[in-house]
């Protein structure tokens, strides 16, 4: 995936129900415009299956998390989403600092 990239999965449907809820089948399936996935940069070096990638510069690393979002947006549009949800993308694991994330989303 490219750096500032975002993969666009159009049409998906969700059938399963999450973790809390042991994925049990839903009655009815759940259709969503799209769903979209952004690579976002791993700062964490305890995490052995995926190799640091966060720009050492803060600049940099700001400027590219905010293409990333833009990515996610106009992905979105692209798809003639009406709702984004957006979790707390690459903040839990990956130790994205969530300030920079929370002002990508507001740029955009």
């Known amino acids: 995936m490219p750096p500032l990239g975002c993969v666009v999965s159009p049409n998906v449907e969700i059938f399963r129900e999450g973790t809390f809820r042991g994925y049990c089948c839903l009655e009815k399936p759940v259709c969503l ?19 640091l990638d966060c720009p050492e510069d803060p600049a940099v690393y700001v400027k590219q998390t905010q293409g990333k979002l833009e990515s996610m947006v106009l992905g979105a549009f692209d798809l003639g989403a009406e709702v984004l ?23 955009v």
């Open 33 to 51: 415009c799209g769903v979209l996935s952004v690579a976002m940069f791993n700062r964490n070096p305890g995490v052995a299956d995926s190799p």
């Open 85 to 107: 949800v957006v979790p707390d993308v690459g903040c839990g694991i990956f130790q994205n600092d969530p300030l920079v994330v929370e002002i990508g989303r507001a740029h």
